[in-house]
Every structure is written in C-alpha cells, then in structure tokens.
C-alpha cells in the first residue's frame, strides 16, 4: 500500500460544478499537505499548501485536511474549463521537506 | 524571472545506453530536486541538491545519479537504460531547503523513451 493513496480518475464534471479531490494517507507524521495542478506537457504548480488541520481557502480552491481521519481534500467551486488539469496532492513529514506525491487525479470541466 | 528549465524536452534511447538531462533552476534558487513521473507510480523523489551536495536520495538504483554545478545547475544520468525508465523526469527548484514549507518550482519536464 503507498503512503499516499489518490483516485486517478478520470473525473468529468460540467462547467460550474463543485469538484470534490481527494486523498487519504497512511503516515501520521505527515505535518504539510499541498496541491499541486499540473497541465499537459507542463511542470506542477504549487496551488495552496496547509499546515496541520484545517481549512483554507484561496478564491475558488478551498483545500482541507481532517488528520484523525487521515485523509484530505481539495474543493474547486464555479470550475471552469481551464481547471481541466491533473491535481496532485503531496504531504511532507515534520523535519523534512521532500514531499510524497499521490498519482494524481485528472479532472475534465466540459462547457 | 525565468522559470525552471529542462533540457532536451524529449529523448529516445535504446536499452543499454546512458542519458544525461540538464536543469537549470530558477535564478537564486540553490536547492533542485529530480523526480520520476510515471502513470503507474506517479511522482517519485530521485534526489535533491543543495549548494553542489546531495542532501536527499530518494529510493532508485545506483544507475541514477546527478551533480550539482557551481551556478547552482544541476544534471542527472541515468546509465544502462532499460524499459522501465520511459518517463517525464523532472526538476524542481527552491530558493532555501531549511524552510518548513518548501515551495518548489517544477521545469516541464524531458520525456525519455527507451526502446
């Protein structure tokens, strides 16, 4: 079993539809949660990242982390066709800053 | 500013042989990263340089290494090539690797193909 479990997908989703990511994780130590979108034939992109616990939100991302249930989210409210990309989550333990990626779920908006 | 770039952006080579990829990070930064992304595996941590010293291994086999230069660019090879190396490598660089939240910035990636 891998430290960082994320659906693949593919996830299709009408224009103006809340997308619901998410990942689960194994490893309690794990103290930084990140969400990386990554397009075709490009690098990741660093979207939102939070520390322990909580909610966070940054216009339409609203990224969340429930650390007794071990498991993670990324919301995306009004998705556009633009957010068709694949969403990576990554976590990082206490101490250390190289962080474990999920396989990525991709994501279709269509119009 | 530059973002993190990867040279070539795609490579064929035959079982057998070796490859160097070529990162230059962004201007600054100091610490890069190589990743393997496969659809199977997804995104794997080679290693991370920082100031011309390997500071971080992921888990591969010998056969990959890499090197930091003065400037801060980085290479990596990957010798006696086989099937299962087919994958967007890529590098990603940070300005400080002591921060507890590292944001790294990924170049596109150089898609190797091994026949």
């Known amino acids: 079993q891998k430290e960082v479990e994320q659906d693949p997908g593919p996830l299709s989703v009408p224009e103006g539809a809340i997308v619901s990511l998410n990942c689960t994780y194994s490893?309690?130590?794990?103290?930084?949660f990140m969400w990386y979108r990554q397009y075709s034939r490009k690098g990741p992109e660093l979207l939102m990242y939070t520390y322990s616990s909580g909610n966070k939100e940054d216009g339409r991302f609203t990224a969340q982390v429930d650390k007794s249930s071990k498991y993670i989210s990324l919301f995306i409210r009004d998705s556009q066709p633009s957010d068709s990309a694949t969403y990576l989550c990554a976590m990082t333990r206490g101490g250390s800053y190289i962080p474990t990626f999920g396989r990525g779920t991709s994501l279709i908006v269509h119009p | 500013k530059a973002g993190v770039t990867q040279t070539p952006r795609y490579l064929i080579k035959t079982r057998g042989q070796q490859v160097t990829l070529s990162c230059s990070p962004i201007s600054g930064h100091r610490s890069v990263s190589w990743y393997q992304q496969t659809p199977g595996q997804g995104l794997q941590f080679l290693f991370e340089?920082?100031?011309?010293?390997?500071?971080n291994k992921g888990n591969f086999p010998g056969r990959f290494s890499g090197r930091q230069f003065s400037n801060s660019r980085s290479e990596m090879n990957v010798s006696t090539l086989e099937l299962g190396d087919s994958a967007l490598y890529l590098c990603?660089?940070?300005?400080?690797?002591?921060?507890?939240?590292?944001?790294?910035?990924f170049g596109p990636g150089t898609r190797l193909t091994v026949l």
């Open positions: 990603a660089s940070s300005l400080d690797a002591s921060g507890s939240v590292n944001e790294q910035f």
């Open positions: 340089y920082f100031s011309e010293t390997q500071r």
């Open positions: 490893n309690s130590a794990f103290q930084y």
